[in-house]
């Protein structure tokens, strides 16, 4: 009797067996047959015990024995960049931690460790298969080898320097070399992986397209996850993502869309009619706060959904057992309806379409004789998870999705072998691989501390912007308007030379800090109005010839006074802002934040040989009549400092401008304390 | 040295200690010293190891030290429902499902056994107090006792008879005899339970208030869950929830109300103004579509929200980390702002404002010296929540927050007692209320099956219908409009006593089951236009006196068939529907379903001193010209149908019917298949 049993290697017996196969089929209790990396049969435990023997039988009685989960979306090396920085704006968060620490430490060896974690996390909880774009993508395939993990690998290729290409060129390229050297991989499917469609261009696109259809392998990109993005590509080129997609070739290809979260009927026509596969990632889109994706409707239009996780610093996880729960509970909602996207099928989205998305249906994502066998066991006899209802199907789909955790997960199998046993991971050396990542988490701490310490530190590694810094000798006088008027005709006269002029109108926030440097950090919204400050002409409302954004920083402190009350103050950083005033308010999180309103206009001149900017300010707030002059000048030594505070001064008694109208005061401690300065009785 | 040292009973040292306290104050390395069921001190490792000693101290380093969770919304014995039924319209799965089971199974206990359940799964993932709500509350209360969890508990009052209760003034005595039985016992803090506005009445509110003020205890109730509630109140009183819950005075109480998902700016203010406490139910809320509530409006404004799971039935676990989280992600969204819900403040909701909202923060949600020991300790040295950072302090939060299992809680405390240690439950004899509660979900799935066995079963269990049995026999003839005009002027003849009729529209939909049994359910929908069938006056569009819901149940085959085409048939059920047909669709399922669609003039009619019906129906759905002509009558025994299928007979004869005018197919079947019968041509 026995002699007549075919011989496989492992058999896993007595559980329920959930085959995810297009029937559905359950068997309880059931087993599965493997032979090397397949599977041989599944059916019921008797069937197979009749059929089969095995020298390793697997008792997976009261657990569930189902395909492993497939986590289609992830940037598997940013597991060493989870809980570094969140509940912040996208913006603050990428530009202002994530890209800055990423330029600094992504190497390839960072790529390896933290995939390797990536897949320590993803195998306790009953994922064997994902799908990953990140940088060093060789890197993260063979981490994910290592580890026994099947992977489709993707270099992101960015129009912008990236940690590991300075040009977009040089992504391609290393994209070539990567699918030439993994292609053929009984673990890995190489990919391509442009970006998204804001962050590359119709080039890149076009060569993305072309290196996929060369070599027939799968494409992922990100598509519509953001409304700015939506917003972005439309004002560039005049369409919303999946238009551009679609115009750009990338649905010739086996495409991969990460996100999809604001797309319309058109969009999704779209997307089901070149059979484009779309993953969720349901945690990082409420995470980021990027919105709810019409999964039910996407789902019910026949489009192919399946489930990711992201990176591990949008999610914090990798546990696709939470990610399908909240994918199934958060399309009813969103849907208004509790019965769409009911256990089975968010389980389906999780397995057997997640494998269709990428391609790997043919092998993997279901529990079939002929698949390669990728396979978990569960268990289900747990408080949480208790008691089993079994009077239909739905209850075990049920208890998968709705009760089951990532820590239920007992036994993981990836093409035919174990990777892990009774919850003891056996392909990767977790102590050490923990050991290496707090290692890495503390230079990161080390780096950001160090960057955290000043402003300027702070100011320097967000990047993009030219830092200069500078001196400036200035004194500053409140004045009537007549006073002011005097000084206006006296600089038109001959003992002044006017160069460029402009009236402008200046908002002024300055970010206070309170620690010891006592910074302060200025964003000046400058608009520009006319370029000839004698201009009395009325304008429009809202009339502006240009706006210039300006960050400067300096401290309380000025450097030294000279006479007459002409201070020497230090401009540590000062250059053009290319962010928003909201970004730098939650990057740089100031102490307390002051506001000053004026209207300036503006002299250059020369007196003494020497340039000067004079200055007649009305402020509007804090509101004060009468006229603000100020003169100053920039300069590089104590030399040329004493010498032009000197020739400030003699302007001033040109202007009979005495002690008793000078200013201590600046406008930026006027708006903390205006009693400081008595008004001047109108004009 | 070790002298001077204060002797405590307990400490935890070496771990993160998370206070909670209203300075978060957190120390790292810190140290808990507990002496009997109360915290003596928290600080520095260094600190507490200095100043007290102790037999028992717990090495916590590379863990989190923090107080114990609170679940703020909880029916606890509901484990033993969960995933009995999911995916459901809330109408179906509570009345179709949830109350059904209840009634049969929920007795003491019941409660007792889902309880101790409950409080496995609480304790293992890290919950030390919940709030509960469910029937047999001194069951509950006792389950949480001996399970030496802390429980603020609530007999459920509702208008109708409940499982425990036949009346609410039995329910509202069962409240005062729990309240006197529980109150100053040190785990148990009884409340008042009246169970939401739409299923109480203002007296249940009046007397409950009352209770809650005479013994100064909570007052629980769920508030504004659904847009079904609001509108259903606003019918029948006016206003929606928050301000009924006002004006009937349960503001004057120290009010808990969970949900609060439906609350308009107006309402927040009120609940701020009283001082209210609300219960987020982030999952229970999604599973339901009940929608999404404004949590971070409501935190801004000042309101104290709490956290819960709800019932097992509808989360489907009682996991608070994964409540904690998926609410901090979710208001970012609903927000569409990133940074609002902080983990920080997630974090917080889950302890010392939960117990803030329970009124226990005098008592437990924070480690402070003077507070009980309610305490948890977490293990962060996991893959899925590695590296740490520990360059500011909200990293750590969003560990827990972002990253943290209820499966990595390895020893919980409540009350000074330890509870679990090194995850080993400690309290509750988990694998004897597993077996029970396997047995008991074997019941329910018995009597469940027996239901699902036939549509009457099915159709007895949902209750509130008053079923009938009757036998009917028929003829019905398919003629030209002159031919049945004849026959009207027929039966108002001489031969003919005519007693009501009517004319009428009917909506009929037919379920079909194609299982055995072959049944079929007709819900018809009809209409009443006038109260005269010989009426032929024209109505106005929409014009309807009366509408009348009926469910009938017959089988395919008919009975019997006497001469010239009489059947006898025999209706298993007849009644007035009291649901729609959506829920009747939703909850039987049937594999097919079909539509006809009719006119009819109905006659009462004696004749041969015997009552019969002759109905004469214009049928628009299958569309067929001309009349056809019903006569029938209810009958009782098998002698009684034979006399009453001679008068049909008779009486067909003297319409001058014969056989090849009579049909041999139901409306059904002519909706099924149309082409059987020929159209009459014309009127």
Not at 74 to 89: G, I, V, W
Not at 425 to 441: H, Q
Not at 617 to 642: I, K, Y
Request: with cysteine.
């Amino acid at each position: 009797m026995e002699e007549s049993k075919t011989r496989v290697d492992i058999i896993l017996s007595g559980g329920a067996v959930l085959t995810m196969d297009a029937r559905f089929s359950l068997f309880d209790p059931g087993a599965v047959a493997v032979r090397g990396d397949e599977i041989v049969a599944v059916g019921s435990a008797d069937e197979i015990g009749t059929a089969y023997k095995a020298e390793e039988v697997i008792d997976c009685a009261g657990k569930v024995v189902m395909p492993g989960l497939v986590n289609a979306h992830a940037h598997s090396p940013m597991t060493l960049l989870r809980a570094l920085a969140d509940d912040l704006r996208l913006d603050v968060w990428l530009m202002g931690y994530i890209m800055p620490v990423e330029r600094e430490f992504v190497r390839p060896d960072f790529c390896w460790l933290g995939t390797q974690l990536a897949c320590a996390e993803m195998i306790r909880s009953g994922t064997t298969c994902f799908a990953d774009m990140y940088y060093f993508e060789e890197a993260v395939a063979d981490a994910a080898a290592q580890a026994g993990m099947r992977a489709v690998c993707g270099q992101t290729i960015l129009k912008f320097p990236a940690p590991d290409a300075l040009s977009y060129d040089e992504s391609l390229s290393r994209t070539r070399d990567f699918i030439l050297r993994w292609q053929g991989h009984p673990l890995i499917t190489p990919s391509v992986a442009p970006h998204a469609p804001y962050t590359t261009n119709p080039e890149i696109l076009q060569a993305s397209v072309d290196l996929a259809l060369e070599f027939n392998i799968p494409l992922q990109t990100h598509v519509a996850e953001t409304t700015h993005e939506i917003e972005g590509l439309r004002a560039t080129t005049g369409m919303s993502a999946v238009p551009w997609v679609e115009k750009n070739r990338l649905m010739e290809t086996k495409l991969i869309t990460a996100h999809c979260v604001h797309v319309d009927e058109a969009d999704m026509a779209t997307l089901r009619r070149h059979g484009v596969g779309v993953v969720h990632n349901p945690t990082s889109n409420l995470k980021l706060s990027s919105g709810f994706a019409p999964v039910a409707q996407m789902l019910a239009m026949g489009i192919d959904v399946a489930i990711g996780t992201d990176g591990a610093a949008s999610n914090n996880d990798l546990d696709m057992f939470e990610e399908l729960r909240l994918a199934a509970l958060l399309a009813k909602t969103v849907a208004m309806d509790p019965t769409v996207l009911p256990a089975r099928q968010a389980l389906e989205m999780a397995t057997i379409m997640g494998a269709r998305v990428l391609g790997l249906d043919q092998s993997t994502g279901s529990l079939e004789p002929g698949k390669l066998a990728d396979i978990i066991v569960v268990d289900l006899r747990l408080p949480h998870n208790w008691p089993p209802f079994r009077r239909n199907e739905e209850a075990i789909y049920s208890q998968l999705v709705y009760a089951t955790k990532g820590s239920d997960v007992t036994d993981v199998m990836c093409n035919g072998a174990w990777l892990m046993r009774e919850q003891a991971l056996l392909t990767i050396g977790k102590a050490l691989i923990m050991a290496d990542a707090r290692k890495v988490a503390r230079k990161i701490d080390a780096f950001l501390t160090e960057r955290e310490k000043s402003v300027l530190n702070k100011l320097a590694t967000i990047g993009g912007l030219s830092p200069r810094e500078t001196f400036e000798v200035q004194a500053t006088a409140y004045l009537s308007e007549q006073e002011a008027q005097a000084i206006v005709e006296m600089i038109t006269g001959p003992d002044f030379v006017i160069g460029k002029s402009s009236r402008r109108r200046q908002y002024d926030t300055y970010f206070i800090f309170h620690d010891q440097s006592a910074s302060r950090l200025r964003y000046r919204e400058d608009e520009v109005l006319v370029r000839d400050a004698l201009s009395e002409e009325p304008l429009p409302d809202g009339y502006v010839t240009e706006v210039i954004y300006r960050l400067t920083l300096a401290n309380q402190e000025q450097e030294r006074e000279f006479d007459n009350l002409v201070v020497l103050s230090h401009l540590h950083f000062d250059a053009r802002a290319d962010r928003s005033l909201r970004f730098y308010r939650e990057y740089f999180k100031p102490d307390e934040e002051r506001k000053v309103y004026k209207e300036r206009r503006r002299f250059h001149v020369r007196y003494g040989n020497t340039g000067f900017t004079i200055n007649f300010d009305r402020l509007q707030q804090p509101e004060f009549p009468g006229v603000f002059v100020g003169v100053s000048s920039r300069t590089w030594s104590a030399q040329d400092a004493e010498r032009k505070a000197k020739l400030i001064g003699d302007m001033l008694a040109l202007f009979n401008i005495g002690p008793d109208k000078l200013m201590r005061e600046t406008y930026l401690e006027l708006a903390a304390h205006p009693e400081k300065l008595e008004p001047k009785g109108g004009a």
